[in-house]
């Protein structure tokens, strides 16, 4: 089993750029996927960003696309997405995820068997 912890959450104004971590202990990493998901206030929780074990692949959300990358350094256990030009839209927890799939990529919050305990992002106009 894989511990998860989200770090680097914050309150910014928008068009600023934030880097949130993931650090993890139990097991490491190289087993997962790793997946970001958020979830605003009243909204279903929602798929950002994931990254194949080794990182060579990775997947966004359209709305994140060409703003957030997903990265993951497997010798530090710890998986990250940097977000650039915040927007208001993008307030919520972000969750950081871990699939013991194999295989493509999964979009879906029930297809994560692991989760962390949130991180609050805050994007002002």
């Known amino acids: 089993q894989v511990l998860l912890v989200e770090s680097g959450g914050g309150l910014v104004q928008a068009g600023a750029s934030l880097r949130l971590s993931c650090a993890a202990s139990?097991?490491?990493?190289?087993?997962?996927?790793m997946g970001w998901f958020r979830q605003a206030p009243g909204k279903e929780r929602e798929f950002v960003a994931a990254v194949s074990r080794i990182g060579g692949r990775t997947d966004y959300a359209d709305y994140v696309k060409g703003r957030f990358t997903i990265s993951r350094d497997n010798a530090k256990n710890t998986v990250y997405l940097q977000m650039n030009s915040l927007e208001p839209e993008d307030t919520a927890v972000y969750y950081c995820?871990?699939?013991?799939?194999?295989?493509?990529?999964?979009?879906?919050?029930?297809?994560?068997?692991?989760w962390g305990q949130g991180a609050q992002v805050t994007v002002s106009s």
């Open positions: 995820a871990a699939d013991e799939s194999r295989g493509l990529l999964r979009t879906k919050a029930d297809e994560y068997e692991y």
């Open positions: 139990g097991r490491t990493i190289s087993s997962y996927i």
